[in-house]
């Protein structure tokens, strides 16, 4: 998987490049110039998390099965965090549904709609975090110390995936909101 996301990682970048330079050719614009490559920005940053919590993952492996209970914890923070991912593609694609529609309210509305779940997806991993931190931490003295400090790490590194997904939809609504 993560030689797959490399690979996307580098067709992202590549795209992301040509619409920086095309976009400042543009006379006419739906969109400001800074919206946008904040957006860019911040996809970039999602793709960028998830590379980074595969390659983690191939670091280490924790020496003692981890409990069930932080397995399910860490199962869900992955689907919370999908969600917000799956949400930010649909308010980003939703954008050319919105100049179509000469920024329909009833579409506006729907991205609204849209940042809201990722936004909640993006608290829910949050707290999700939380909860595998204090668990993680109260094992201190029967996980190794290493092991701690690596599923810490890749707890943080889901988050940050959210994290970015989250910036692109709250931009995303300011672009609707205008």
Not at 21 to 29: A, G, M, N, P, R
Request: negative net charge; aromatic residues 6%; charged residues 30%.
């Amino acid at each position: 998987m993560s030689e797959e996301v490399d690979v996307l990682e580098d067709k992202a970048d590549e795209i992301k490049i040509l619409i920086r330079e095309s976009y400042t050719k543009l006379k006419f614009v739906y969109f400001d110039r800074v919206d946008i490559l904040t957006i860019l920005h911040e996809e970039d940053g999602v793709i960028d998390a998830v590379d980074d919590f595969l390659k983690a993952l191939m670091l280490n492996k924790v020496e003692k099965p981890v409990i069930a209970e932080i397995q399910n914890i860490m199962i869900e923070l992955a689907e919370s965090c999908s969600d917000a991912v799956e949400g930010m593609v649909k308010s980003v694609s939703d954008l050319l549904l919105l100049v179509e529609s000469s920024f329909a309210p009833s579409v506006a509305l729907e991205e609204d709609r849209t940042a809201t779940r990722v936004e909640s997806n993006e608290s829910n991993t949050d707290k999700l975090s939380l909860i595998a931190g204090k668990k993680i931490f109260s094992l201190k003295n029967a996980i190794h110390p290493v092991d701690i400090y690596y599923l810490e790490k890749l707890i943080r590194l889901l988050t940050r995936i959210a994290d970015h997904a989250e910036n692109v939809a709250e931009r995303v609504r300011m672009i609707t909101h205008i």
